[in-house]
């Protein structure tokens, strides 16, 4: 079992309704919000609402981390989707991949899981360009002159920053101290292509004080612990899936409509 639970964010109802959604459909997501609102707190939780790894992806995921020298000794199948969350200085080549004896980058780790970007106007641009073809193709190749070696890079991208330099553009109770025209620029370091194309914009705000008092988080009106929330997922994935005879969430095509039961 995992040790963060879905139903420790109390508050932000619209929010872990997106994450939900975004989850059962291995969407990517960017929550934008000031500091305090809940955006790592969710973010960690991601992993535990998804649907249960199944054995194929179990086998796949073990064999990355073990290729990467990560698996303990003794260890079994990992079973628990992974999360990596590299630090915002980390290198094109770290992220993707590579080196002298390429080994696989956080975005192979992070495969069947999450990849979480914090602070993402503080990746540079760089980094945030090599992220394209991986996540598009789902897969990276690392080409050498006598060999090329191919990974798997099938994540489900969450990313999170705030909306501008201070964070507090327009927030309900404390003033933005920056211009415009850094409010304006705040963000523009990565281009189009490396922004998630499907986001959700969380809220700028902390939740409310009464909010929080109450066990639901005052305003939610389903139960959103990790196992309700991973069987409300685990049946939406599988009747989209078995729609379109699909293997993968992040296959499904993006331009289909969704009809499933609740």
């Known amino acids: 079992p995992y040790e963060e639970d879905f139903a420790d964010v109390k508050g932000q109802a619209h929010v ?29 939780r991601m992993p535990t609402i998804m ?3 199944t054995t194929a992806e179990s086998l796949e995921t073990t064999k990355i981390h073990s290729v990467a020298g990560r698996m303990e000794r003794g260890s079994s199948l990992l079973s628990q989707r992974p999360f990596r969350s590299p630090h915002h200085t980390i290198s094109p080549v770290a992220l993707v991949g590579g080196g002298t004896f390429p080994q696989p980058g956080e975005i192979s780790l992070a495969h069947n899981g ?11 641009r760089q980094v945030l360009e090599v992220m394209r073809q991986p996540l598009e193709d789902r897969k990276i190749t690392i080409a050498r002159a006598k060999y090329s070696i191919e990974y798997p890079a099938g994540v489900m991208l969450v990313a999170s920053m705030n909306p501008c330099p201070c964070g507090y553009y327009n927030h309900p109770e404390k003033e933005c101290i920056c211009s415009p025209n850094d409010t304006t620029l705040f963000g523009k370091n990565f281009g189009p292509s490396a922004r998630p194309h499907r986001h959700t914009s969380g809220d700028r705000s902390r939740p409310v004080r009464e909010n929080l008092r109450h066990p639901s988080g005052g305003v939610e009106r389903v139960d959103s612990s990790t196992s309700h929330c991973r069987k409300r997922n685990s049946s939406r ?9 699909l293997q993968c969430p992040n296959d499904y095509p993006a331009a289909e409509p969704i009809r499933c039961p609740r």
């Open 16 to 44: 872990k309704r997106a994450l939900e959604v975004a989850a059962a459909g291995g969407h990517n997501v960017i929550m934008i919000g000031s500091p305090g609102s809940g955006k790592t707190m969710l973010a960690r």
């Open 51 to 53: 649907p249960p790894m």
């Open 114 to 124: 999450v990849l979480f970007l914090d602070e993402l106007p503080e990746f540079s």
């Open 237 to 245: 994935t599988l009747c989209r899936l078995s729609r379109h005879s």
